[in-house]
């Protein structure tokens, strides 16, 4: 086995991986309750997630007046890119409908995936199942140890069942490239990846440098192009170290912005930024500068870094704004100002809670702001006759005036935490559009 890639699995059984493992169960008074999630750095609202999960089951499976019945599915959670492998099982209590109180064990998976792949998973989910009906103790961490294994472990060999015979040739290798590359290009990732992955170790045997960062950015562009963004970071990080080692600006760059975009789609937000910011330390010369500012607007926001994130945001508007006004142009607009208001929006919330609602002005100039960005965003959806984004812009906006519209007479009968979340409610109401992405 090559040194890059021992390096790679060693670096992959200790990197944040994009599958969560968390255990809720059903209140029918209070709603869902998440009891216990791995990992711990796992952003994502699983409240929501419980019950988008457990309405589902009731609209498909449940029967009127029936307790829940155990049952196994796989639902695909679009707006995550991910599939929730879902164990709905029942514990006794006579207090509930039946007498039997669902529970829920889920985990969230990569989208890509295959649905009988996951049967690797049941074992360990339903020894959490079983542990919670005979002790009543939740056993998520442990067991999401033994789930991280089999997941990684899975990948490892994904990647290491490639071997090339003795006779495979350079001369083939090369052939297996340019064979590779040109079904790449007509997005027939399946069939490219063993072609390029085959010609990749070649090259490696032959230390022939150059092509193996060639064929290292075409295979890590083909998972990203699949959404398997783990694996893909692990090609653009490699590919970096050699970048460097050649002072090849090219794939430097490119190297740097993509391994930054898999962390932010994994959700590592701090790593995203910590692998873009390195950009700003190197001249710009081959990468899309909007989509750079845009997704790091973006990793700062979601760390809730308002006031960078707006910096960022604004330069990509700019940038957006200098091109030719095609219809996706201007969708791409629409969604950057759209996000701006967004922010605009939070950073008010956030000030409000800091400093209360004394400081009126403070606050009320920031939602102005908000209202302003919601606004062109409203003029640019409505040009482009999308109606649904148009909806919401506007929706937001007539929250913030009622809210400043009421702010004299609500300070004598509303408490500082109604207000607080009086905004943060609408505001929660459009964090999905804030996470979709238009390029």
């Known amino acids: 086995m090559s040194s890059i890639i021992k390096k790679e699995q060693d670096k992959s059984l200790n990197k944040p991986l994009e599958i969560v493992l968390f255990f809720a169960i059903w209140d029918e008074e209070l709603g869902p309750e998440v009891l216990d999630f791995c990992?711990?750095?796992?952003?994502?609202?699983?409240?929501?997630?419980?019950?988008?999960?457990?309405?589902?089951?009731?609209?498909?499976?449940?029967?009127?007046?029936?307790?829940?019945?155990?049952t196994k599915v796989i639902l695909p959670v679009l707006n995550l890119n991910r599939k929730a492998h879902v164990f709905i099982e029942v514990i006794?209590?006579?207090?509930?409908?039946?007498?039997?109180?669902?529970?829920?064990?889920?985990?969230?998976?990569?989208?890509?995936?295959?649905?009988?792949?996951?049967?690797?998973?049941?074992?360990?989910?339903?020894k959490i199942a079983q542990k919670y009906i005979n002790e009543k103790e939740v056993l998520i961490k442990e067991t999401f140890k033994e789930i991280k294994e089999i997941y990684v472990k899975d990948q490892e060999f994904k990647e290491s069942k490639f071997e090339i015979s003795d006779l495979y040739s350079y001369t083939a290798a090369a052939d297996d490239l340019r064979a590779g590359v040109q079904l790449f290009q007509t997005r027939n990732y399946d069939g490219a990846y063993p072609l390029l992955r085959k010609a990749l170790l070649k090259f490696r045997q032959e230390d022939h440098k150059n092509l193996i960062m060639e064929a290292t950015y075409l295979i890590g562009s083909l998972f990203a192009q699949k959404r398997q963004y783990d694996i893909a970071e692990d090609y653009f990080l490699s590919l970096e170290l050699l970048a460097e080692e050649l002072n090849h600006q090219k794939y430097l760059e490119t190297s740097i912005f993509m391994a930054?975009?898999?962390?932010?789609?994994?959700?590592?937000?701090?790593?995203?930024?910590?692998?873009?910011?390195?950009?700003?330390?190197?001249?710009?010369?081959?990468?899309?500068?909007?989509?750079?500012?845009?997704?790091?607007g973006r990793a700062l926001a979601n760390l809730q870094n308002y006031e960078d994130s707006i910096d960022k945001l604004k330069f990509a508007l700019r940038i957006i704004?200098?091109?030719?006004?095609?219809?996706?142009?201007?969708?791409q607009q629409g969604?950057?100002?759209?996000?701006?208001?967004?922010?605009?929006?939070?950073?008010?919330?956030?000030?409000?809670?800091?400093?209360?609602?004394?400081?009126?002005?403070?606050?009320?100039?920031?939602?102005?702001?908000?209202?302003?960005?919601?606004?062109?965003?409203?003029?640019?959806?409505?040009?482009?006759?999308?109606?649904?984004?148009?909806?919401?812009?506007?929706?937001?906006?007539?929250?913030?005036?009622?809210?400043?519209?009421?702010?004299?007479?609500?300070?004598?009968?509303?408490?500082?935490?109604?207000?607080?979340?009086?905004?943060?409610?609408?505001?929660?109401?459009?964090?999905?559009?804030?996470?979709?992405?238009?390029?």
Not at 43 to 61: C, N, R, V
Not at 98 to 116: N, S
Not at 118 to 125: A, G, K, R, S
Request: net charge negative; aromatic share 14%; hydrophobic share 35%.
């Open 39 to 70: 990992p711990k750095t796992s952003i994502l609202d699983l409240e929501s997630l419980t019950s988008s999960i457990f309405a589902t089951y009731q609209f498909f499976w449940d029967k009127p007046d029936e307790h829940y019945e155990r």
């Open 92 to 126: 006794h209590n006579p207090e509930v409908r039946g007498g039997f109180q669902p529970f829920i064990v889920v985990l969230l998976v990569p989208d890509y995936i295959r649905d009988k792949d996951l049967v690797v998973f049941d074992v360990p989910m339903s």
């Open 260 to 296: 930054g975009f898999c962390a932010y789609k994994n959700e590592r937000f701090v790593e995203a930024i910590q692998q873009l910011s390195k950009i700003e330390l190197i001249k710009k010369q081959f990468i899309n500068e909007f989509q750079y500012h845009t997704i790091y």
């Open 321 to 331: 704004k200098s091109k030719e006004q095609t219809q996706s142009v201007k969708k």
């Open 335 to 439: 969604q950057i100002t759209h996000e701006l208001g967004l922010i605009y929006y939070k950073l008010a919330i956030e000030r409000i809670r800091s400093f209360g609602i004394d400081k009126q002005e403070d606050f009320k100039e920031i939602l102005d702001e908000a209202i302003k960005n919601f606004e062109s965003s409203g003029d640019i959806w409505r040009e482009v006759e999308d109606n649904t984004q148009l909806i919401k812009s506007n929706s937001l906006i007539g929250d913030i005036f009622e809210f400043l519209g009421d702010y004299s007479s609500r300070k004598s009968r509303c408490t500082f935490l109604d207000i607080i979340s009086y905004l943060e409610f609408s505001c929660h109401l459009s964090n999905c559009f804030f996470n979709k992405e238009i390029f």
